[in-house]
Structures are given as C-alpha cells and as structure tokens.
C-alpha cells in the first residue's frame, strides 16, 4: 500500500492505483470525460488536472501513479482556472446545440461545462462540420459532436474486438473514423452500439425512430402492437428518474397504453417459444448428428460478427430466429388470424435494449409474413423520450398487465435479458425434454455471474451430461470461436450475446456508469425471475396453444417457415 494525502485527507491505497483512483475512494469527485471505470485509461482530455506537490504542472490524475507520501490538490485556484479552460477550448469548436441534441440533459460535457462553471466561451474557434454517417439501420454519428475521448475506439477494441474506429489525422482535424473515412455501413460494424453506450456526447447515437412510431399510433387505420424485451423492464425506469435496477414492468406496460399502443406484448412470451424450438433443435443435433457445439442465435450484434468475421462456423448457429423475430412473424400470422385483423393494418414496433435490434428487423429475409415482420424497432432510451414528450408521469402509474395471448411469459423468458440466462433457460426445459421429468433445481448458479466466460457440466438425465459455455462481449466470443476453429471445444452448447452482462448491458439501454450499475440490472432480472408465477418456458400456457392450434410441433413444418432462419456468409 502507499500512503498520500489528498486535500488534506490521509488514504492508503494499492501502489497501483492512480491518483484518481486514490480521490475516488475518498469519495472526492474529479471531473472526467476521456476515462471511462470499464476502459483502459488514456489521459487524453485533461479534464481531470489537478496539483500534486513537487510536480512541474498540473497532472491528469486519471493516469497519474501514486507515489509514497504524495500531497494532492484537486481544488486550487490553479486546478479550477485550467479545467474551465480545458472545457472551454471544446466547447469552442463544438457546435453547442444542445437544446435540440439527442442527448440534451444526458451529456456529459454538458454537464461537466456546468460542473466547473463556465458561463463564457471565451474562445471563437472554427466550427466543426462533418457530415452525418447515417447510411446504417442503428447509428448515426456526427463528428461535430466528436471531443476525441477515445472511448469508442477503446470500447469497439478492448470490449468487443471488433476494431471499427481510430484516430485519422492530425491536430485540428484529428477525427474518430472508420478505414477510409467509409461509413459504419460499409465495414465490420456489428451495430452492437457500445460505442454509443460509451460515447459522453452526441457524436454516436442511435438513429431515432420515434416519429415514425408516433405517426403510426396516429394513423387511425393501423392496428399498432408493441412488444418489450426482457432486459427493458429493468432499466427504463433510470431514464425516468428512478433508481439504477429498478423493475418497472407493470407501469412500462401502463406507459405503452398511455402512450396509444393498441395492445402491449411481452418478448419474454417468444423468448419461451425460443426455448422450445431452440431446445429441440439442440436434441435433434445430440441425437442425430447434427453440427456441434450449437450456439445461440438471438443476440443480433453477435449475428453479426460471426457472419462477417467467422463465416466458416455459420453451421454452428442454431437456425431458431431470436424471439423478437419469431414474434413479429407471429404478430402478422398466428395473431392476425385470431383477432381477424389484416395483418397489411398491423404495425409491429418492438422496444429493445439493443441497437442492432434495428439491423436485424430491417434483414431482408425476416419477413416470412409476407410482409416486414417488425416494423420499428425502438431503444429503451427512446420511449423513455416519448414517454417524457407525451408528458406522462411514470413514477405515479398503476401497475398493469401485458395483453393475452402473446403477453404471457415466464422467469426463464425474462433471464435471457441476463448473461447465462438464454442457456439456464434452455436447461430448464431440455432437462424436462430427455429425462420427461421436472427438475428439483431450476436455478443454474453455475451459468450465472460475470465472468467473461463461463463453462459447466450439466447432468441433463442418468447417462447424459450436458458440457455448456457461455461468453458476453465480442472480444470473449472470439476466445471460444477460435477454441471451436481449433477443435478444441467440446462442449454441446454455447450461448452468446454480444454485449456485457448480455442484454441488460445493451448498446440501446440508459448509459451505465459503472460494473456495480450494470449488476444492479443484472439481480433486478433474476428478482424478476423469482417472482414469476411460471419459471420455465414448457410450462407458458400460451405456447402450447399456439402449438395445439396453429404451429403443430417444434421443428414443424409451419415452424420450420415462420420461426427459422438461416445466414449470410
Ligand atoms: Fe435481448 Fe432477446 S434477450 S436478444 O438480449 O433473445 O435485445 O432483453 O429481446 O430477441 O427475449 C435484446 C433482451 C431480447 C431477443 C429476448
């Protein structure tokens, strides 16, 4: 440990630790915007000067080591003076729109502009003015708004892997692109959205689809179904001014009808509908020969990388749509039947955590309907806008229930929003399926938690031992798939979602400021889970009428048609 002295205040911290980290833990406040708690550090923004007794200039305390006896001072008139400055200097080039920004109120340069007073811009710097990258169904980036923290270029490497953006150019025209200055449409872009989950700015959003869904709501003729992915319920609250993991399901539902959706679905309904086509797919393999390991397919960032980076393990995929596909073919089929409407009047939007949610509805093949089978697909963050631009006050809303039938989902729907959660899922029901006997345990502690990657042996019946992995973020996917390409993975079944902590963590959700934020999410779905009155998906009522009246069996023909899918290579 090293002893320093922080305004004046004496704390022993690890001899590792920067200086930071040191004022950190002695709940003293340092202004940041390049550092990011989950990324490597950069001390690029300089934002977080302060003095350090002996030193020629003031620090970045964000990569500043501590010493043994180190006096610190985060709040001099020196440290003050050269922050606002900092600050300054990019607002000068900035084009301070805020008021009509996508992040207005949730920006963390605006913030920190307030934070360290500036009430001038004493500089009249030249205008950025880059045109919008906005050719893709997910993003849009606006260089304008870049700062040059870094944090997408380090969360597209480090996180995920994938390595879309870097630096270009020098000084004043130093920007964040990807090769060539081409657009997120024409590389490897997964549309994942951490870059847009990292970003403190407006520089990298995602595109906004909220008019259209507002004019679809407006359109008297149109019958507007809306269904809500697992990992929604418990973060959409924090866009509303509630705590971090709060369960909020029951007025999510209230504001969706307030709103004017004429019925409000739950994904967690065709997540279980997964379960059942997913896990027979899987004994089908086991027992016939097929390709193994299987791996999940619902996670649509993930999708993708395997298709552009891994296209020689597509066999692997499991060929079950993600459930909010096999929901929208649902929608304008089965649904449209019963309630006698024409599925060319059903609008089907579809609320996600996830911005490649957006891609996935917009794949030309995933209109099996006979027509686009998700019409919009929206952020949590957005309908927390429309509900704060419809005026409804969110925290005062009775608690109320999704709409029958497709509103009917279980615990195991709602843990596929949790990493390990598609696969404990999956063994609650596959254990039923080849032993025909309910477990004593539903609960799969081993498949749970945070670590990147996860492996256990699960006895599915006397004789037969299911070997499982699971890995959340892209850079942990590629560990396994190179394990798969070397054959040296000999599991029967891998989940994967492309966004840490799975879906709750989603490039589409409130911006979360830190690994203790994203767990609270993480036990606010398995607190879900437990109170559910049904906790495995055999068990949804709702779904075996749907097969008893209208699929027939998993893997059926009619299955088989509206429920899978296959990949481009
Ligand atoms: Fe997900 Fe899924 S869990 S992919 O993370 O399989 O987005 O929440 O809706 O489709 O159900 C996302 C979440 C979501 C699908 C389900």
């Avoid at 490597?40 to 007794?53: F, H, L, Q, T």
Wanted: charge should be negative.
């Amino acid at each position: 440990m090293v002893n320093i002295t922080i305004d004046g205040q004496k704390v022993a911290v690890p001899k590792t630790s920067t200086v930071l980290d040191a004022a950190l833990s002695l709940g003293i406040k340092v202004p940041t915007l390049c550092y990011h708690p989950e990324l490597r550090v950069e001390g690029a923004c300089r934002v977080c000067m302060v003095e350090v007794e002996g030193a020629r200039s003031l620090v970045a305390s964000c990569v500043y080591p501590v010493n043994e006896g180190m006096v610190v001072r985060t709040n001099t008139a020196a440290v003050r003076e050269a922050r606002k400055t900092v600050v300054e200097l990019l607002l000068a080039n900035h084009p301070t729109d805020c008021l009509s920004c996508q992040r207005n109120l949730n920006c963390e340069l605006q913030t920190i502009a307030a934070d360290v007073g500036v009430r001038e811009i004493r500089f009249d710097g030249e205008k950025k003015n880059y045109p919008l990258d906005a050719k893709n169904p997910s993003l849009v980036r606006d260089q304008s708004k870049c700062i040059l923290c870094g944090r997408c270029i380090r969360a597209c490497s480090e996180r995920q892997g994938v390595h879309v953006y870097s630096f270009a150019n020098r000084g004043f025209n130093t920007t964040v692109v990807p090769a060539f200055d081409l657009g997120l449409d024409e590389v490897s872009c997964t549309y994942c959205g951490q870059c847009a989950a990292v970003c403190p700015t407006g520089a990298i959003v995602e595109k906004d689809d909220t008019e259209a869904v507002w004019a679809a709501i407006n359109d008297s003729s149109k019958h507007v179904i809306v269904q809500t992915a697992p990992a929604v319920r418990v973060a959409l609250g924090e866009a509303l001014g509630l705590a971090n993991g709060s369960i909020v399901t029951g007025k999510m539902v209230a504001s969706l009808k307030r709103l004017g959706f004429d019925k409000v679905f739950d994904t967690n309904f065709s997540a279980d509908l997964t379960i059942w086509e997913e896990g027979s797919e899987l004994i089908d393999r086991l027992t016939n020969g097929g390709k193994l390991p299987m791996i999940t397919s619902c996670s649509p960032g993930w999708v993708n990388y395997i298709e552009l980076k891994y296209p020689d393990l597509l066999d692997h995929l499991s060929t079950a749509k993600s459930p909010q596909q096999m929901f929208g073919a649902l929608a304008k089929t089965y649904y449209a039947e019963k309630v006698g409407i024409d599925p060319k009047d059903i609008v089907s939007v579809s609320i996600m955590p996830c911005t490649a949610k957006k891609a996935e509805a917009a794949r030309p093949e995933m209109n099996s309907s006979g027509y686009q089978d998700v019409d919009y697909v929206l952020t949590t963050r957005e309908l927390g806008r429309m509900i704060r631009e419809a005026g409804i006050t969110f925290n005062n809303l009775p608690e109320t229930e999704f709409d029958a039938p497709l509103g009917v989902g279980s615990g195991a729907g709602v843990i596929f929003g949790a990493t390990g959660g598609v696969m404990e899922a999956a063994l609650r029901t596959v254990a039923k399926m080849v032993s025909g006997k309910e477990l004593d345990n539903i609960e799969f502690e081993a498949v749970r938690g945070m670590n990147g990657i996860k492996e256990a042996s699960v006895p599915l019946k006397e004789g037969l031992t299911a070997k499982v992995a699971i890995a959340h973020t892209l850079a942990n996917a590629r560990v396994i798939l190179e394990k798969i390409r070397a054959g040296e993975a000999d599991y029967h079944f891998i989940e994967i979602m492309a966004c840490p902590g799975g879906c709750s963590g989603g490039g589409g959700q409130p911006i979360i400021t830190s690994a203790e934020h994203r767990q609270k999410r993480i036990d606010a779905i398995y607190e879900c889970d437990k109170c559910s009155e049904l906790r495995k998906s055999h068990d949804n009522p709702a779904v075996k009428e749907l097969y008893d009246t209208y699929l027939g069996k998993p893997l059926g023909e009619k299955s088989h048609h509206l429920l899978h899918t296959h990949y481009h290579p």
